[in-house]
C-alpha cells in the first residue's frame, strides 16, 4: 500500500426547491453527484467523501414529516447499492452520507462506507445532534425532530487505501470523538457538513485543524454551498478542505462553487508528527474519569 493516497472532497449546491416531492430531489442530486464523483476519479481521487445528506436540500431547516420519505435503509436501500456499484466501476472508496431508516421509523444521519471493489464495509452515525435556532423567521437546524443520536460508536473502516474515520457536521464541536477515532487508528477523518455562513463560521478553519494535530491524522471536511428555497437561513460557504496533522491546508475550496478537491496525504508524515509529539504517549486517561461524570 502507497504512502501517497489521493483524497477527493465533493461540494454542491442543490438545485431543486424544497417544495418540491423527495424522489425529484433525490434523483437529481444523485445523477449530479454522480459525476462529481467520475470527475474526482479522472483527477486521481482513491478516497472521495460527499456532503452531509448529500441527495436532498438540508431539510432540517424545517420540521416537516415530509422528509422521513428520503430516508432509506443501509445497506440493503437503493442509494447505497448504486454507488456500490460505481466504488466497484472506478476502484474508489467512498464515503457515503445519506439519511438512514432503521426498522419501521427509527431515523439517524449516518454514512456508509463503500470500499475500492463495491463492498459495504459499515456505517458511522452522528453522535451529537443540534436543535438551534437560526435568524428570526422560525428556522434553524432542527435536527433532534428527524435523528436519533447515533449508537454505534466511532468505528475505524480499514480500506483499500487508508484507515478511514467519519465524524458528521456538529460532531466537529465536540474533541473527544475525534481522539476515540485516532485511538482507534484512523489515518484520515471526513467530517461532511451543511453549516451556513453566521454564529459559527469562524471556527471553521480552526477546530478541525486542531483536531488533526491534536489526534495526529488527515482532516477532510466538507461543506456545500450556495442558498436552498423555500428557507434561506443563510449561506453554505463551501470552503471544503483537507487538513494535514501538523494543521496545513493541503487543498481548499471555493465559497460558492460546486466543485471537487483533491489533495494529497502522506502517511510517512502521520508517523513523523506522530514521533515528534507523542500525544499518544503522553496522555493520561486514568485521570480524565470526571469526563464521564454527570457535571454541570
Partial sequence: ?????????????????????????????????????????????????????????????????KWYDSAEEIPNGPTTKRFQDLAKELNVVIVLPIYEREGIATYYNTAAVIDADGSYLGKYRKQHIPHVAVGSEGYGFWEKYYFKPGNLGYPVFDTAYAKVGVYICYDRHFPEGARLLGLKGAEVVFNPSATVAGLSEYLWKLEQPAHAVANGYYLGAINRVGYEGPWKMGEFYGQSYLVDPRGGFVSIGSRDKDEVIIGEMDKKMIREVRDTWQFYRDRRPETYNEMTALLP
Fill in 1 to 65: 500500500m502507497s504512502d501517497k493516497v489521493k483524497i477527493g472532497l465533493i461540494q454542491a449546491s442543490h438545485d431543486v426547491d424544497g417544495s418540491e416531492p423527495v424522489e425529484v430531489h433525490k434523483e437529481e442530486s444523485t445523477k449530479k453527484h454522480i459525476q462529481l464523483v467520475r470527475d474526482a476519479a479522472k483527477k486521481g481521487a482513491q478516497i472521495i467523501c460527499l456532503q452531509e445528506i448529500f441527495y436532498g436540500p438540508y431539510f432540517c431547516s424545517e420540521q416537516n414529516p
